[in-house]
């Protein structure tokens, strides 16, 4: 099976990145089998991605990266070069919910997503045999009112020691302490059972109920220390009507909210999110 490096790069615009860019991709033989692009003329910003067939280079990433490097630095570049072969390891983290957690580990049997699940961590027991039949190693940390903050110590712990890449919070309903929002920026993903900035915050279905609204939605975002307020991935919405009970509306926003967060998932392992400020490029 063919493998491919991506090169992701932000940097402020202006003439000839994409030219110098590709220049350099084809004097070292490089073929580009995919390539995006985006100026934000309003913040005078830059965006790329690109995929290029890693047989067509002939040499190793880290020797393509260590040749890129001038480049970047003319260019005032923020950028990454990855292997495809490097599958990242996530750790999913889930309460009592059970939409979300089984509707990812069915697309990752199903080879739709391209990692390696290091963990599934829970605040629960209940999820324990969907874990351990998956083969995937269960991780039950209560969290307890009057000591969070030793729950916490040992959930960063087991992220550590599953060395993962990426934690999921797969309907986690716990508050993530500051300590972990800041030493998984960019790395951590929530699915938020609202059409985000609306309805922040517990219960959001029986907000919206309460408020008539004829469309409901989830949002997967990016967990930063300010609660469903981070750099949003992906959105999607289920029309409702006067018709229709909370119940129903929860009901609707499950099937969102798993479709939503795989999505998000999945654009985020192949280096599709490039986040600037509080806003996010997405080359889905």
């Known amino acids: 099976m ?7 790069v932000s940097c402020p ?6 030219a110098r860019v590709s220049n350099f991709i084809a004097g070292h033989g490089g073929s580009i089998t995919e390539a995006s692009q985006h100026s934000d003329l309003e913040a005078g910003r830059f965006f790329m991605r690109y995929e290029i067939l890693a047989d067509s280079v002939g040499m190793p990433p880290e020797a393509l990266r260590e040749a ?13 070069l990855t292997d495809t072969r490097q599958r990242r390891r996530v750790v999913l983290m889930v309460s009592r919910e059970t939409h979300c957690l089984v509707d990812l580990l069915y697309r990752w049997t199903a080879g739709e997503l391209d990692c390696d699940i290091a963990g599934v961590i829970s605040n629960h027991e209940d999820m324990r045999g969907l874990a351990e039949w998956h083969g995937i ?21 087991l992220v550590d020691d599953a060395r993962a890449d990426c934690v999921v919070l797969a309907r986690y309903m716990q508050i993530m302490p500051p300590e972990l929002c800041q030493r998984f920026q960019g790395r951590m993903i929530n ?5 985000l900035p609306s309805f922040a915050g517990a219960r ?8 008539g609204v004829k469309l409901i939605g989830a949002t997967c975002h990016y967990v930063t220390e300010e609660l469903d307020a981070g750099p949003i991935i992906e959105q999607d919405i289920h029309r409702v009507s006067h ?5 129903d509306l929860v009901r609707f926003g499950r099937d969102v909210e798993k479709a939503v967060l795989a999505r998000g998932l999945r654009w985020h392992l192949e280096d599709r999110v490039l986040i600037h400020g509080n806003k996010t490029v997405v080359f889905a």
Do not use: N
Request: proline residues 8%.
């Open 243 to 247: 018709c229709h009970t909370p119940d």
């Open 204 to 211: 959001p279905y029986h907000q919206a109920h309460q408020r």
């Open 13 to 18: 615009d202006r003439l000839g990145i994409v």
């Open 68 to 80: 890129f490097a001038p480049i970047a630095s003319e260019f005032e570049m923020t950028w990454a």
């Open 2 to 8: 063919s493998h491919y490096y991506r090169l992701v």
């Open 137 to 157: 190693p269960y991780h039950h940390v209560p969290v307890k009112a009057d000591d969070k903050q030793a729950a916490f110590a040992e959930v960063q712990r």
């Open 191 to 195: 699915i938020h059972h609202s059409f």
